[in-house]
């Protein structure tokens, strides 16, 4: 292949997300080390360092400098493509919104707002993701392929879009390059039980979960700690003063790391989801994981894991109990099965990718 290649990331902001962005791109790069890229990336990002992907001589990158506020930005982007973006034969879209104008896209999907709430009921239906689904569907005819990670968001976005039916394509990915299979060694606690939720504050994370358990945290017999990934300050005060909750604020890589080596499990109460990485971290650190009663987090971890109504606090202390429970019966987890459908590197990832473009 020759033709010249976009590879578009300026829409990716999540740390979660950035990680693994940053996986692809660079597994992308040495799969298309004698080929012409433009490579498009936020002004500031957690990605890349300034220069970072530049030693490679054959790609250019762009720093997108936004003007107006982000999300009137991403709107004008999407639809006045071609004042912004270099028009290549092809191109890799890594932030969910095709651009208009330009044929032969690859689309990766990871916002699970694209989906419609008549799908979807815990979709957002604000002004904002009302606008991202009209400007998704409006660019559709410029998709070559939409990818996804799971089989329930394949199923949730071709109902949402059906003229979508037979460009969709389920690409799981693995963690992030920076997350390593060394917490092997973990000595766990049995008479208390630490559970890490990395996450950022947006509705659908539903942390207002944690004020409704308060009351039945404290009727638990056995210390719980809950670690999450905000300043004190991004959540109301009322879930910030819970004296069982910790707030970390966001982790480096090496910081996240050391959490799932010490805690216990990792509690997962999302509503919407299109992956959920922290399920796939946790599975390959050989952790348990509580989570939500859905469709996504069933769809990656199976039967291993402890479910429990998100809706529901009382629901998501029993599933405490009753990982403290099998803890104390000696239990061990076994992701064996649920791991199987995960690649096993980004370069298979990439490559998947790449057949999508030469199809």
Same mark, same amino acid.
């Given at each position: ?23 692809? &791109? ?6 298309? !080390?004698? @080929?012409? %890229?433009?490579? +498009?990336?936020? =002004?500031? #990002? ?99 392929? &939409? ?6 968001? !394949?199923? @949730?976005? %071709?109902?949402? +879009?059906?003229? =979508?039916? #037979? ?193």
């Amino acid at each position: 292949m020759n033709k010249q290649l976009m590879i578009h990331a300026t829409n990716i902001s999540g740390l979660g997300a950035c990680q693994v962005v940053k996986s692809l &791109i660079t597994s992308l790069i040495k799969q298309f !080390k004698d @080929q012409k %890229i433009e490579l +498009y990336l936020p =002004l500031k #990002d957690s990605m890349f360092e300034p220069g970072e992907p530049g030693e490679l001589d054959s790609i250019k990158v762009h720093r997108l400098k936004r003007f107006l506020p982000n999300s009137l930005s991403r709107v004008s982007e999407s639809i006045l493509s071609p004042l912004y973006f270099k028009k290549t034969e092809r191109s890799i879209i890594l932030g969910d919104l095709p651009l208009r104008g330009f044929d032969n896209q690859v689309v990766l999907v990871h916002q699970p707002n694209l989906i419609s709430p008549k799908i979807n009921p815990y979709s957002g239906r604000n002004i904002k993701y009302r606008i991202a689904r009209w400007i998704f569907k409006s660019n559709l005819k410029f998709v070559k392929h &939409i990818v996804v990670q799971t089989g329930v968001m !394949k199923e @949730q976005i %071709i109902a949402s +879009y059906p003229e =979508l039916t #037979d460009r969709v394509t389920i690409i799981p990915q693995p963690a992030p390059v920076w997350f390593n299979r060394r917490m092997i060694n973990r000595k766990l606690q049995e008479d208390s039980i630490t559970l890490f939720y990395p996450a950022n504050n947006y509705p659908h994370k539903n942390f207002k979960i944690f004020e409704a358990m308060n009351d039945f945290v404290n009727q638990i017999e056995f210390p719980v700690q809950v670690i999450v990934t905000l300043n004190s300050t991004e959540i109301s005060p009322s879930i910030a003063k819970l004296n069982w909750l910790k707030c970390v604020g966001r982790l480096t890589p090496e910081e996240c790391l050391k959490q799932y080596e010490q805690v216990t499990a990792l509690f997962f109460p999302s509503l919407l989801e299109s992956y959920g990485l922290p399920l796939v971290e946790a599975m390959i650190a050989g952790l348990p994981i509580i989570c939500s009663d859905l469709p996504y987090a069933r769809w990656l971890s199976e039967e291993q894991a402890i479910y429990f109504d998100p809706l529901s606090a009382k629901s998501a202390c029993e599933a405490i109990e009753e990982l403290h429970r099998r803890m104390a019966d000696k239990w061990q987890v076994n992701w064996k099965q649920a791991l199987a459908k995960i690649p096993n590197s980004w370069d298979e990832v990439a490559n998947k990718f790449i057949d999508l473009l030469c199809q």
